[in-house]
């Protein structure tokens, strides 16, 4: 005679009808619920959690490398002939062109920076003026965007760009004026002389980041040296990237062709602490759901062990008919990883759904609390981010599938052990 296959036709016939069984009929259906909607909720909050992460970290790093340089070279402070000390770029544009020629560098742009007091109509703002020709600042990818940016870029020979919160802040159109106080001046025999400076603002940009946009002004960049007193010379350069990830590989060419006398400064310098903070966060967070998917498996652990119990003498009865231990077992095994397969799939389908559908998600919720949920001046981007990844969802299924198949083993494997004599006698 033939063996029965394992997981055989009847084996998931019995196998679904304790599963159906009501609490009358000496089921668990009421456990059987909440065990399928514990792993359901567990493995939506986890997809959910990491989508959310992802999206974070994505629109960060997309904001940061869209709005600043990735690489940044800047001179060490040296002494002049008449004693004061400078950091500037003298032969920025003959540094400018070497590093640009280096493999993976894109774009190389000398840049002025200064801080201003910017005003109109009465309101005054702190901002950040980056001094750069009208050809650099249209090669950063955030900056000349027609979906974002309002105005004519064509024209920022003749004025200035402004982030969007500035001009928020300040009331400013396309168009308007903007008054502009440097501390760093003219040079007169009583010091230095504040510089005030009127500029039309002739384009108005949104980098997608709260701290840009409400603290950056873009100027042209002969203007800048003489608004900053920097004539002839640049502050720092500021370098593009092909694969700004490739750091590590672009690094050693960079700091081979700028020779002594300079330093760099690339963008995971500037934010890498943020970057590494989320990173460990990320890793907490996903111990923790974790957790929270194994307390939702244990709950079929719990349902299993209540179904064992109530079927005792149906075990006996089994047993003394011809069914294995092995088939046993594979029923109870079929009972709990259907649960656990069930709830996964559920969940599975409601975190991709919050993952894709999270934007009116959020509105709604925005809506019913009375806004402010999402501060832009603390978290720096605009709005919650998903970025719903395969990978993502296949570590929560696996999680989720995994915890739920091997503590499923503990109470099946007790059934299949159980004494048929005994379990008839006390059934």
């Not at 009358?24 to 059987?32: C, D, F, L, R």
């Not at 309101?123 to 990818?141: F, S």
């Not at 109530?310 to 649960?339: H, M, P, W, Y």
């Amino acid at each position: 005679m033939p063996m029965p296959r394992p997981f055989a036709a009847h084996e998931w016939l019995i196998a679904w009808r304790y599963l159906r069984a009501t609490r009358a009929e000496g089921g668990v259906s009421v456990m059987t619920w909440i065990s399928l909607i514990g792993i359901t909720l567990a493995v939506f909050a986890l997809i959910a959690t990491l989508a959310v992460r992802s999206g974070f970290r994505t629109e960060f790093v997309d904001t940061i490398l869209g709005a600043n340089a990735h690489v940044t070279y800047y001179s060490f402070t040296r002494t002049n002939e008449d004693g004061t000390s400078t950091n500037t770029l003298d032969d920025y544009a003959d540094r400018a062109a070497v590093l640009r020629a280096v493999p993976g560098v894109t774009h190389a742009a000398p840049v002025v920076r200064g801080q201003v007091l910017a005003g109109a109509d009465g309101r005054n703002i702190g901002a950040q003026v980056v001094g750069m020709a009208g050809d650099d600042v249209a090669a950063l990818p955030r900056i000349v965007t027609e979906d974002m940016g309002q105005g004519d870029f064509s024209r920022y020979g003749d004025g200035v760009a402004v982030g969007s919160g500035i001009a928020r802040q300040l009331g400013l159109r396309v168009g308007d004026s903007i008054r502009l106080l440097s501390p760093d001046g003219a040079r007169t025999p009583f010091g230095t002389s504040p510089r005030v400076g009127v500029y039309e603002v002739v384009y108005i940009f949104s980098a997608g980041r709260y701290d840009i946009d409400g603290t950056r002004i873009y100027m042209p960049f002969a203007e800048a040296q003489s608004y900053f007193n920097r004539d002839g010379v640049a502050d720092q350069i500021e370098l593009l990237l092909a694969d700004p990830e490739a750091l590590p590989d672009v690094m050693p060419r960079l700091w081979q062709a700028a020779g002594p006398g300079g330093a760099f400064q690339t963008w995971q310098d500037t934010s890498g602490a943020f970057l590494r903070a989320l990173e460990v966060e990320d890793n907490v967070m996903f111990v923790i759901l974790s957790v929270l998917v194994l307390i939702a498996a244990m709950n079929i652990v719990s349902g299993l062990i209540m179904l064992v119990k109530n079927k005792q003498t149906d075990i006996g009865i089994l047993r003394t008919i011809g069914l294995t231990e092995g088939a046993v077992l594979r029923v109870f095994f079929i009972c709990g990883a259907s649960v656990g397969v069930a709830g996964t799939l559920a969940g599975v389908v409601l975190g991709c759904l919050f993952a894709i559908y999270i934007d009116p998600i959020f509105a709604l919720v925005n809506g019913v609390s009375g806004g402010g949920v999402w501060d832009p001046s603390i978290r720096g981007i605009y709005y919650l981010p998903a970025q719903l990844r395969m990978g993502d969802v296949a570590t929560a299924m696996a999680l989720s599938l995994g915890l739920s198949f091997v503590v499923t083993i503990f109470p099946a494997r007790r059934a299949a052990r159980m004494n048929p004599v005994e379990a008839l006698r006390h059934g």
